[in-house]
T-cell receptor
Framework: ELKVEQNPLFLSMQEGKNYTIYCNYS?????LYWYRQDPGKSLESLFVLLSNGAVKQEGRLMASLDTKARLSTLHITAAVHDLSATYFCAVEGMNRDDKIIFGKGTRLHILP | DTEVTQTPKHLVMGMTNKKSLKCEQHMGHRAMYWYKQKAKKPPELMFVYSYEKLSINESVPSRFSPECPNSSLLNLHLHALQPEDSALYLC????????????FGEGSRLTVL
């Protein structure tokens, strides 16, 4: 059974700092997604990672996937307050009918 | 059009009421989903429709009844709900079932009194 673990679950950081959110998963997969959710809002797709070594960047966020380590990272560079949100990773198993499993989410609070 | 539209945005209902949540997408996606999300938790999958057929029912109580009238529409009929059913209900779609990127609607925030 596919399990997805994110850490940290809560992160408070200063503007201008760098940090990384980790997403580990338990079974083979090469399809991983990152979503952002603002308080009271829906989920917005950030990154789609579909192969080992995939790296995607958008502004101050960069996501990568290492399928051998079963690990994805979401790196934040020079954080700004607007990036405060909850970030979820979601992993899809390799079998045809596997569901997408969400991590518990990382609540990111960036202090101005 | 890359939107998933949900109505209503907010719904307050009593435990004896019958109401429906509606979801619409015009992206040609053939898989549509209902998720339930409680505060500070990840979304929990409830139902998946693939090509208008119910593919997954995650042991959801029968007081929630999904319906997929056509490939663009998804409804969730609510009857005799409990206060613990209060949550954000998210509709999502993807190109096909088990092919990844989910596009979420804005959600319907449900309060059961």
């Amino acid at each position: 059974e596919l399990k997805v673990e994110q850490n940290p679950l809560f992160l408070s950081m200063q503007e201008g700092k760098n940090y990384t959110i980790y997403c580990n998963y338990s079974t083979t997969s090469d399809r991983l997604y990152w979503y952002r959710q603002d308080p009271g809002k829906s989920l917005e797709s950030l990154f789609v990672l579909l192969s080992n070594g995939a790296v995607k960047q958008e502004g101050r966020l960069m996501a990568s996937l290492d399928t051998k380590a079963r690990l994805s990272t979401l790196h934040i560079t020079a954080a700004v307050h607007d990036l405060s949100a909850t970030y979820f990773c979601a992993v899809e198993g390799m079998n045809r009918d596997d569901k997408i499993i969400f991590g518990k989410g990382t609540r990111l609070h960036i202090l101005p | 059009d890359t939107e998933v539209t949900q109505t209503p945005k907010h719904l307050v209902m009593g435990m004896t009421n019958k109401k429906s949540l509606k979801c619409e997408q015009h992206m040609g996606h053939r898989a549509m989903y209902w998720y339930k999300q409680k505060a500070k938790k990840p979304p929990e999958l409830m139902f998946v429709y693939s090509y208008e057929k119910l593919s997954i029912n995650e042991s959801v109580p029968s007081r929630f009844s999904p319906e997929c009238p056509n490939s663009s529409l998804l409804n969730l009929h609510l009857h005799a709900l409990q206060p613990e059913d209060s949550a954000l209900y998210l509709c999502a779609s993807s190109l096909h079932w088990a092919t990844g990127e989910l596009f979420f609607g804005e959600g319907s925030r449900l309060t059961v009194l």
